[in-house]
């Protein structure tokens, strides 16, 4: 995630100067820009001279990360957060008391700028650096503000996993495609291309609600609908509702 947010702010032509810090090697396309720089050890990085600290790491490393980080970040810094399942009330147990949190999510289309990122932030956030935030964010999608955190995880469940679920609907309908009797290259094609169309109509019709567009597909004694027929009869809503609410429950015990 923290590589397509990376690309995302490359794409958008938004950082003047970016520490990427990770003891391991990175892809060679996020350092070949005069501004960005990869080091490997905490004390390399100019603390002070950074507005915002970015953790794109995964949770389970979490404490060895802000163990590190608590002793060399400036007072007031804002520290923005992409960890699923580590809530505000974790930060502030694990870095100083007062460092301004920004909790978000975010979903790997940010690569493309077709992400979307919830953000949440701690009281003592200012208003700069809450705009900083929403910058970074905007610059790789589609942003919104949650006045309650409980509901992360739930965002978490749903954009910030979600891309996998399509992926995997990608994959089943051409599978479905090949049962079906097409080549398996062709059934791929038909399948990926279909979810990138209707995506795209999606976006392009904001204002018409899901419902209307898959109606508008949909004609009376016709195979949309005999297909309708058999997606529509719960099944595949309980199969989605019970995914959603497993990583929500993951979710749940990362923040443990």
Request: glycine share 6%; hydrophobic share 45%.
């Amino acid at each position: 995630m923290g590589t397509a947010m990376i690309q995302g702010w490359i794409k958008a032509d938004l950082l003047k100067s970016l520490y990427i810090l990770d003891p391991n090697d990175i892809d060679d396309s996020l350092t070949s820009h005069n501004d960005l720089f990869h080091v490997k050890l905490m004390e390399s990085i100019p603390f002070a001279k950074i507005d915002i600290v970015v953790l794109a790491v995964k949770p389970q490393i979490m404490d060895q990360v802000c163990a590190e980080l608590t002793h060399a970040l400036p007072d007031n810094t804002p520290v923005l957060s992409i960890a699923a399942g580590k809530n505000t009330a974790y930060f502030r147990r694990k870095l100083k008391q007062d460092t301004p949190i920004i909790r978000t999510m975010p979903n790997t289309p940010a690569a493309i700028g077709k992400g979307i990122s919830a953000l949440y932030a701690t009281d003592n956030v200012n208003d700069t650096q809450r705009s900083l935030s929403s910058s970074l964010l905007d610059a790789i999608g589609d942003t919104l503000w949650l006045d309650d955190e409980t509901n992360m995880d739930a965002v978490t469940a749903v954009s910030g996993s979600g891309p996998a679920y399509i992926f995997y609907l990608i994959e089943a309908l051409a599978k479905a495609g090949v049962e079906a009797g097409l080549p398996a290259e062709q059934a791929n094609q038909l399948a990926r291309q279909t979810i990138i169309g209707a995506a795209a109509l999606a976006e392009d019709e904001k204002d018409t609600a899901p419902s209307t567009l898959r109606q508008n597909v949909t004609s009376p004694g016709g195979t949309t609908e005999a297909a309708l027929n058999i997606l529509m009869d719960g099944q595949f809503q309980d199969a989605l509702t019970k995914a959603v609410l497993a990583a929500l429950k993951r979710g749940h015990e990362l923040a443990d």
